[in-house]
């Protein structure tokens, strides 16, 4: 039921700029934090970002701090990352899905509903 969908990634140089979205099914939508994940090869999968359902809040991993900023559309069910200033280690494949703390930090809320991802490649 709940379907998640990635698209946005492609090809960039170093130092260059790329917008993702992610479209969101099958809940409802304004009612779960959003995140973004990302998995580079030989590397678990991490938190890139996160927004809050209806509040200004959002949350960075370390590594993309002033780089990247997290946004959402509730209108649309959609989620979005624009990615600056990008770097070779920034190449993963990109995730988005629900956002939920479990009383010590913030989780993936729907498990057994990852999309596909988009892939990003920063490369000369």
């Known amino acids: 039921q709940v379907q998640l969908a990635e698209s946005g990634g492609g090809l960039v140089q170093p130092g260059g700029s790329l917008r993702l979205s992610c479209a969101a099914s099958?809940?409802?939508?304004?009612?779960?934090?959003m995140s973004w994940y990302r998995q580079a090869p030989g590397k678990e999968r991490e938190l890139v970002a996160r927004?809050?359902?209806?509040?200004?809040?959002?949350d960075y991993a370390t590594s993309v701090l002033g780089r990247f900023t997290i946004s959402r559309d509730n209108a649309k069910n959609a989620v979005y990352l624009q990615m600056n200033s990008l770097k070779p280690e920034d190449t993963a494949v990109y995730y988005c899905?629900?956002?939920?703390?479990?009383?010590?930090?913030?989780?993936?809320?729907?498990?057994?509903?990852w999309g596909k991802g988009t892939l990003v490649t920063v490369s000369s």
């Open positions: 899905n629900g956002a939920r703390y479990d009383g010590r930090s913030w989780r993936p809320t729907f498990l057994d509903n």
């Open positions: 099958g809940f409802t939508f304004s009612a779960y934090a």
């Open positions: 927004i809050g359902r209806f509040r200004i809040s959002t």
